[in-house]
């Protein structure tokens, strides 16, 4: 896409913590006026303070993205501040963590409302404006569980398979608007705060596996889809493990992880069940990071990745081999 040289404008919906508030600092810092929303309007106006005291020029629109008419609101109120809407970061994601049928039907719901839902009435009011204007990049932040399914989590995996197909969609019918980008953003794992708010109805603590992203490497990811847009960006070297595996064996590798489930919740320690920030913004101190990485070696997610399609590629070799031996 040609640079255009006046500042450019991007919305951030989920801006108030983890990906979306480092992607607010990374493109304040390179001259974009911003355009922040999510449902905790106090989180939003600190980052709102803080960029505006590095010079940059910031609308604050307190969002709830499940709400269509909350999402056009929020494109009219882009496009008053700006003129016009250079980038849409659909960067939205709830999640709850229990067997599925321990999940109320209410928190399946939700999740669903503003994982799928929201990002497609995202998508619907700022397209129109991208074809008017004959340009502009909507990201789309997915998740590597778009390519593998993760137990314990249905909805939130059902929304991010959902994304995955609407992305698909949406570039085959822009196909004919040249300027106009559709990109898929597909992490491993990341230190968010995302899973502190995720509704728990497990009745234990969770804490993530290892190793985990660097909340700022995937902003970096983003950042770059408004000057290189492609249609599917993979940050994390997990990612190709999930898709191998899932590839190779998908029934065998989703039981292994869920077996590694099992054997985690059998001696976490207890801990309230929670709806978390399913239906309300969670309401403690904005922040970038989770806490929840530990050091590790440059090596080890090599070795992992490697170690995890070597079991599962011989798995499925064990599998194809037992199938073709004589009865």
């Not at 085959?172 to 968010?192: G, K, M, S």
């Given at each position: 896409?040609?640079?255009?040289?006046?500042?450019?404008?991007?919305?951030?919906?989920?801006?108030?913590?983890?990906?979306?508030?480092?992607?607010?600092?990374?493109?304040?810092?390179?001259?974009?006026?911003?355009?922040?929303?999510?449902?905790d309007?106090?989180?939003?106006?600190?980052?709102?303070?803080?960029?505006?005291?590095?010079?940059?020029?910031?609308?604050?629109?307190?969002?709830?993205?499940?709400?269509?008419?909350?999402?056009?609101?929020?494109?009219?109120?882009?496009?008053?501040?700006s003129?016009?809407?250079?980038?849409?970061?659909?960067?939205?994601?709830?999640?709850?963590?229990?067997?599925?049928?321990?999940?109320?039907?209410?928190?399946?719901?939700?999740?669903?409302r503003?994982?799928?839902?929201?990002?497609?009435?995202?998508?619907?009011?700022?397209?129109?404006?991208?074809?008017?204007?004959?340009?502009?990049?909507?990201?789309?932040?997915?998740?590597?569980?778009?390519?593998?399914?993760?137990?314990?989590?249905?909805?939130?995996?059902?929304?991010?398979?959902?994304?995955k197909?609407?992305?698909?969609?949406?570039r085959?019918?822009q196909?004919?608007?040249?300027?106009?980008?559709?990109?898929?953003?597909?992490?491993?794992l990341?230190?968010?705060?995302?899973?502190?708010?995720?509704?728990?109805?497990?009745?234990?603590?969770i804490?993530?596996?290892?190793?985990?992203?660097?909340?700022?490497?995937?902003?970096?990811?983003?950042?770059?889809?408004?000057?290189?847009?492609?249609?599917?960006?993979l940050v994390?070297?997990?990612?190709?493990?999930?898709?191998?595996?899932?590839?190779?064996a998908?029934?065998?590798?989703?039981?292994?992880?869920d077996?590694?489930?099992?054997?985690?919740f059998?001696?976490?320690?207890?801990a309230?069940?929670?709806?978390?920030?399913?239906?309300?913004?969670?309401?403690d101190?904005?922040?970038?990071?989770?806490?929840?990485?530990?050091?590790?070696?440059?090596?080890?997610?090599?070795?992992?990745?490697?170690g995890?399609?070597?079991?599962?590629?011989?798995?499925?070799?064990?599998?194809?081999?037992?199938?073709?031996?004589?009865?």
């Amino acid at each position: 896409m040609a640079t255009n040289p006046s500042p450019r404008t991007a919305v951030i919906t989920g801006a108030s913590s983890g990906i979306g508030r480092a992607t607010a600092r990374l493109f304040a810092e390179r001259g974009w006026k911003l355009v922040l929303a999510a449902r905790d309007a106090g989180a939003l106006e600190t980052l709102a303070t803080e960029l505006r005291g590095r010079g940059a020029a910031v609308a604050v629109v307190p969002t709830d993205i499940g709400d269509n008419a909350a999402v056009l609101a929020l494109a009219e109120a882009a496009q008053a501040f700006s003129g016009t809407i250079d980038l849409w970061f659909a960067n939205v994601g709830i999640g709850a963590v229990g067997r599925f049928e321990e999940v109320p039907i209410e928190a399946h719901e939700q999740v669903l409302r503003s994982n799928l839902m929201g990002h497609l009435y995202e998508a619907h009011a700022v397209l129109p404006i991208f074809q008017r204007q004959g340009r502009g990049v909507f990201v789309n932040m997915i998740s590597m569980v778009g390519f593998a399914a993760a137990p314990m989590a249905a909805a939130y995996s059902a929304s991010k398979f959902g994304l995955k197909g609407l992305s698909e969609a949406l570039r085959a019918e822009q196909a004919a608007h040249p300027h106009i980008h559709i990109c898929d953003v597909y992490p491993a794992l990341v230190d968010t705060p995302a899973l502190d708010h995720a509704g728990n109805y497990t009745g234990k603590a969770i804490h993530p596996p290892t190793p985990l992203l660097e909340p700022r490497r995937v902003a970096e990811a983003v950042v770059r889809l408004a000057d290189h847009p492609r249609a599917t960006t993979l940050v994390g070297a997990q990612n190709w493990a999930a898709r191998i595996g899932h590839a190779l064996a998908p029934t065998l590798s989703l039981k292994i992880i869920d077996r590694w489930f099992e054997g985690y919740f059998a001696q976490a320690r207890p801990a309230a069940v929670t709806s978390g920030n399913l239906f309300h913004s969670p309401g403690d101190a904005p922040r970038v990071d989770g806490g929840f990485r530990k050091p590790v070696t440059r090596r080890l997610p090599l070795l992992l990745v490697g170690g995890t399609l070597l079991a599962l590629s011989g798995a499925a070799l064990l599998r194809r081999a037992s199938r073709t031996e004589p009865s």
